[in-house]
């Protein structure tokens, strides 16, 4: 079985709410990004989304960009961000890894290619926010043919494309907050629960919500319609504030609890 599925299972039975934290690989660095995925799934994430760095994130907020551009002057690339999740995983992390990429580095990669690497450093799902499903049928027959969850974005649209992009998600719908890009919000759509409702009334997979959740107070009020809360620049937020602690070998342990808590905080 899928991780993804798996993990969604175990909560399922428990009555509970998938935390899925977003980061982006490499920042500050490669080593600190494995050091941060043992500190998430310690702290009770339940999925991890792995961020590709870009030059030119058109969905992602300031936070972000400044995370991807940290991670840029390392030379971080695609290569490195899925051997990333290999090496968490040999550093014996358990959970689920979404491997979060534009669609041009993958294109650039090799789509063949691409998901060899993709299987064999057991990642379990792909998003691919540039990827419309008018032009995903490749990606997502190789994706199912690799046991791949090729996770969809949808946002407050119509019906009929809401119910079109939910009826053939696999993983899970990624229920988008807000129009526009990502970043902390303390306010999302005004018809967020009627969108929540028509996209888990389409979907056959379970549902999550992101863009802009930033507390336990968002989690807990929208984990009444949803399976699952995705973090995102409020996470990418706290790795940014601790990086001074995080880059020194005496506070570096300072520096990971810090996340930790935060995590354990929003997971309740």
Known sequence: MNRIDAAFARLKEKGGTALIPFLTVGDPDLRTTIEIIKTLEKAGADIVELGVPYSDPLAD???IQRASERALKHRITLAHCMQA??????AGVELPFILFSYYNPVLQFGLDRFFEEV????ISGLIIPDLPIEEDGEVRSRAEAAG???IPLVAPTSNERIARIAGNA??????VSSLGVTGVRSDFHRDID???????????????????ISTREQVERFSAWCDGVVIGSALVRQIEE?????TSEAEREQGLARIGEFIRELKG
């Open 61 to 63: 907020g300031p936070v």
């Open 85 to 90: 999740a290999a090496d968490a995983r040999s």
């Open 119 to 122: 299987k064999a450093k057991d």
């Open 148 to 150: 791949v969850h090729l």
């Open 170 to 175: 696999r993983g899970f719908v990624y229920c």
């Open 194 to 212: 009627q969108f929540l409702a028509s996209v888990k009334q389409a979907a056959n997979v379970p549902i999550a919500i992101g863009f802009g």
């Open 242 to 246: 601790a990086i001074p602690q995080l």
